[in-house]
Structure formats: structure tokens, C-alpha cells
């Protein structure tokens, strides 16, 4: 099977590894920023951030998306949520009738309703094509990933055997694929697990490290909202009760930069002035705009009593201080549907 | 309201003071294995697991069983499952007719079935008398309630009523109560959590550090696993995507002793040797005995199709080998129903 990867970082890199591993032919193409990225694995050496080599998979630099393109029977999108709207673009006219599957997490702004959206609906409308996009959610690291240590992906499409397919092309060597019809729940949990880990975090800063209770209650809470989000997004409980909501909740609030952040903004220190700190420091955190994507992404949606939510925006948003607002939390109490 | 706490250990000393907090009139009855606990409460000094003092709670030994037990309106059982149905006997005669508020995670054998079952349904066949039961579920680690640490508890009845009254008595100060009448499904929750948490421990033996899709993904199966026996046990899935589930896995599964357990057992030691040596630490695990209970449960209830408790019991009862049952683990496939 011919398969290629556009984006040549950390999640590009890993699934083009996935998918060598099962023995498809595969190409895979950097975006203009992944320049750098390719040109280590192109003299024989390691990627830069896999630290893996990509040993007989065809490597092609930005120039070279037509090729990339052509004949391609699965296409894995890997920008970032910033990026996809325009690779998708560039790769519009080229697209072969093939699924599209997305490892890129968040929410994009509808230019038809002004809305936050997800991407499957925003990228469509934005390159003025329809796209056969299957979502890929679930607990993925990509280091992880590429080393083939136990991961279980959920790929979800409206058109279910797209999703079935993507699976079959890449379940296998410790990568775990369930599937589904319902990607709006799996893209909607995609994009707020980032902020609910970032809400994790701060218990650490703030109690110190006696706070296992605060953060599984807190835990049990974000998947609750979640699902009323989802609910209210067009998607299925069950989605978030699986591997996308709580799995990717799990990976990404263990450990990671939207912990730190959190961390460091439950100690009493600004969020504004830890999310220049960690930019500067190459650590940006996708939590910190999370927080305000989905907060309007709720608003937009009429989605009220998020306590877990409305907490972390007043405080990572709206300079709320943070131990009478964590005090004040009241968990505990969501409606769903 | 006069609160009376059967058993004074960590559980048992953490809820007199919730209780305490609340302005309760609290009465501590010590077992006959917990005089060590309170004899330097009784001196006005720390309760020595606690680490804090009992101001203002009647500290009774276990021969003032009957003056524990006059009058009281809310009953606190703190005993472990193994301890509890002698503590029942003896209460029997002794009991008011009130809620009696359960902290005991555990199965017992039935003497009616023969069969493992929960302690709610035990107990009374045991002593030969109802008890209004009351569980109380969710993430609460006893340093974290008696400190005021943020702690979701669920309380569940069969009475909803008799929840809702335990409830509204202890809830404040940190401490948030969410209640049913799902007590099957809260009871199978804090009795099959541990099981599990020590199978999310196996992965850091066993893989090191970089093993977190592989944990996060085994927490989903846990959930999906929890919900399929919760179900065939008379019990709600929502309860498991609660606190009673979701929120104590991930309090149990993020440390403490299961998962200490886990981690050595993972690394290829026999579990048995691993048992023995943190018994003679004073260690002891109950992830050990609880994954044979549970595995127990699911076959004499006819629930098959649990690969993950399948595996954990054959590693950790059968001898089975960690890095091949690891790898044959196929996760992602759980019918609930």
C-alpha cells in the first residue's frame, strides 16, 4: 500500500515508522519548516527528534509535494493544528480520493460561522474541497510510537470504512486500533485533554505532591465535562469513556509540559508570564491556549456549569488567584446531553 | 448528629475527623488490633498513622463497644474486608437502626453461594441481619481527607436515601460527596480497582519509564474491563466513568503499594517473592490477592472476554512470563452487557 505522511516531525516521523513496519511503501514529506528534520535522516542519520533512523522509507523536502502525492492510497496529515489549514491547501489540487488520516489535535476557527470548530469541518471549508478525514485520537507519544511500545489509537470518520481501513493499514508491532463513525467525539477530545491536563497540574503546584485525590477527582471531573462538551459537539459519551477521551487524558496529564505549566502556575506564579518562560525555553505548552479555545468553544455551544473549566480559565486567563478559586471549585455536578 | 466510627486506623481516624470537622459528636471505637493506634490519642498526642491530633472525638477501646454504638445516627465501618464481618458479629446486637457508612473495598465468599460477592451482601448473611448499608467509593486517601485535600467521594445505597443522609453529614471542608442507589456498581468499583492498578504498574517494570501510552492505554481497558464485570454484577457502567471508577483507579494506579507491586513483578520477578518481601516490610499489597479475587468474580459470573485481567492473573498467579504475555496482551476489545 502507498502511504505519505506530510509533516516530518515528532508524530509524521512516527507514523511513517508505523507504517514501514507493516511493510507499505512509504513517502514522507516535510513541510518547509522540517527542513532540518529531514536532512539528518537523508545522509543516513537519525531523526533529529525520534532519535531513530527511517531506514527505507522515501524521504522528499517540501518542493516535492506532487510526488509525495501522487497515487497515494492513505494520506497521514501530522502539521500542527497552526499548520494544517495551510499544507492542506497546498495539498488540495494534488489529493488523491484517499482517507485522510489526522494526527493533528485542536479546535480552528469556522470562516463560515465565526465558530471554533474541529478540523475536519474547518479544513474543508477553508480549502473549498471535501476532505475523506479520519481522525486519529487515543494515548500516542510519538517517541513511544516509533519504538513500538504498547499504544491504542482510536480512528474515527463519518465514513466509517475509511476509518476501518486507516486501521487495518496500520494496526500491528504494538500499535492497537480501534475504530469508529463518531469523530466528533474523538476530535473534540483531541482538543480538550490539553486543557484539562494543564488543570492536573496545578494541584501539584498548589498542595505539593500529597494531592493524589484533588487530581483524580479532577480527573473524574474533565472526563465528565468532556462528555457533556462532546454531547453537545454532535459526539458519543462512549467516545470519551474509551481511548481518545480517557487514555489521551491519562498521557497527556502524567506528565509532560501541560503539567509543568500547570505546576508552576498552581504555585502562585502567572500564566501569562510561565507561558513566555516556557517559549522562550522552547517548551511551549499547548494547554495554556487550549484553556481558552475550549472555554469558547463551550460559550459558543451554550455549554454552562464546566466548573473544572470556568476554574481554569479564571485562573490561567483571567488572573484569578489560585487557592480561593480551587477552593471554590465545586466538582462533582455536570449535566451531560 | 452522633457519629459513631467502627475501627480506628487510617480510614477509620481520617472519617472521625471529617466527621469531627463537621461538628459532629464523634465517637472512635478501636478494634482489638488498634489499641496501639489510640493509646497515644488518648495522651492528647498524634494519632500515629494520621500524624494528627483526635481533638474533641471520644476515643473508646474495643471492649466499650456498646457505649460506641448507643445512640449513634451515622455508623462509619472502617474496618479492611478481612476484619469486617467479625466486627459486624459483634455489632449485630448492638446496631441502631441507622446508615451504616462503608469504607471497606473488598469481596467476600458468600456462605449462601459459595460465591465471591460483595460485602453489602455478605455481611448480612454472615451476622443474620440486614444493615442499611451504605458504600463509600471514589479516590480518598486517608492522609489526603483528614488534611481537607480536595477528595471526591460517591456514597451509594440501595436506600438512596440513607446516601443522600451520609452525604449531606459529611460532605464540606474539602470533602465532596456525589451519591446513587448503584451500591453494586460503587462496591465493585473500589473492590476490583486494585486488581487493576497493579497491572498499570507491570508497564514500568517492565518497559522503564517511557511506557506511558502503554499505562494509559491499560487504564482505558481497566475502565472498559470495570464496566463490563460492574454490568454483569447488577451495577451501572456511569458509576465506573464516575469517582467510583475512573477516579479511584487513577488514585490507586498513580503509586502507593499496587503499584510498587506491579513495577517489581514487571521487571520479572516471581510475584509470590515480591508478596512475601513487602509482607515482611510491612508492605503489604492488596493488588495481590485482589487480582485472584477478581478473576474469580468474572469466572463465576461468566464474564469472559477480559484480556487484561486474564493477563494480569496469569502473570501474577500463574507464572506466566511477563515480556511474551505483555506482548500477546490484545487490548481495545471488551463487550459490556
Redesign the interface.
Known amino acids: 500500500m502507498r502511504v505519505t505522511v506530510l509533516g516530518a516531525g515528532y508524530m509524521g516521523g512516527a507514523m511513517a515508522c508505523v507504517a514501514r513496519r507493516r511493510g507499505h511503501d512509504v513517502r514522507l514529506w516535510g513541510t518547509w519548516f522540517d527542513d532540518a528534520m529531514l536532512e539528518p535522516c537523508e545522509r543516513g542519520g537519525e531523526h533529529p527528534r525520534l532519535k531513530r533512523r527511517l531506514d527505507g522509507i522515501t524521504l522528499l523536502r517540501s518542493g516535492r509535494l506532487a510526488e509525495a502525492l501522487e497515487g497515494a492510497q492513505l494520506v497521514v496529515i501530522a502539521a500542527n493544528s497552526d499548520g494544517i489549514a495551510s499544507v492542506m491547501a497546498k495539498a488540495a489540487p494534488l489529493l488523491p480520493d484517499a482517507p485522510v488520516l489526522s494526527v493533528t489535535k485542536g479546535l480552528l476557527e469556522s470562516p463560515t460561522t465565526g465558530r471554533m470548530d474541529r478540523i475536519d469541518v474547518v479544513v474543508p471549508e477553508r480549502i473549498g474541497r471535501p476532505v475523506r478525514f479520519v481522525h486519529a485520537a487515543?494515548?500516542?507519544?510519538a517517541?513511544?510510537?516509533s519504538?513500538g511500545?504498547?499504544?491504542?489509537m482510536h480512528f474515527a470518520s463519518a465514513r466509517r470504512e475509511d476509518a476501518v481501513a486507516c486501521g487495518g493499514a496500520m494496526d500491528g508491532h504494538g500499535l492497537?486500533?480501534?475504530t469508529s463513525d463518531d469523530i466528533a467525539g474523538a476530535a473534540l477530545c483531541s482538543a480538550l485533554k490539553n486543557a484539562y491536563a494543564t488543570g492536573l497540574g496545578l494541584?501539584d503546584g498548589h498542595?505539593g505532591a500529597?494531592?493524589?485525590?484533588?487530581?483524580?477527582?479532577?480527573?473524574?471531573?474533565a472526563?465528565?465535562e468532556m462528555?457533556a462538551l462532546v454531547a453537545k459537539g454532535g459526539g458519543l459519551?462512549e467516545t470519551v469513556?474509551?481511548?481518545a477521551g480517557?487514555?489521551?487524558l491519562?498521557?497527556t496529564a502524567?506528565?509532560g509540559r501541560n503539567r509543568a505549566f500547570g505546576e508552576r502556575v498552581g504555585r502562585g506564579r502567572p500564566a501569562k508570564e510561565v507561558a513566555a518562560e516556557m517559549l522562550a525555553a522552547g517548551e511551549l505548552t499547548e494547554g495554556y491556549p487550549a484553556i481558552a479555545t475550549a472555554a469558547r468553544y463551550a460559550r459558543e455551544r451554550g455549554v454552562a456549569g464546566l466548573p473544572l473549566l470556568e476554574a481554569l480559565e479564571a485562573i490561567v486567563w483571567k488572573g484569578a488567584e489560585v487557592g480561593p478559586t480551587?477552593a471554590a471549585?465545586?466538582?462533582?455536578?455536570v449535566e451531560i446531553g
Chains 1, 2 share one sequence.
Request: charged content about 15%; aromatic content about 8%; proline content about 2%.
Open positions: 487515543g494515548p500516542a507519544k517517541m513511544e510510537v519504538r511500545v504498547l499504544t491504542w492497537v486500533v480501534t494541584w498542595v500529597d494531592a493524589h485525590d484533588a487530581r483524580a477527582a479532577c480527573f473524574t471531573q472526563i465528565a462528555a459519551a469513556y474509551g481511548a480517557i487514555g489521551d491519562h498521557v502524567a506528565a480551587l471549585l465545586r466538582i462533582g455536578a
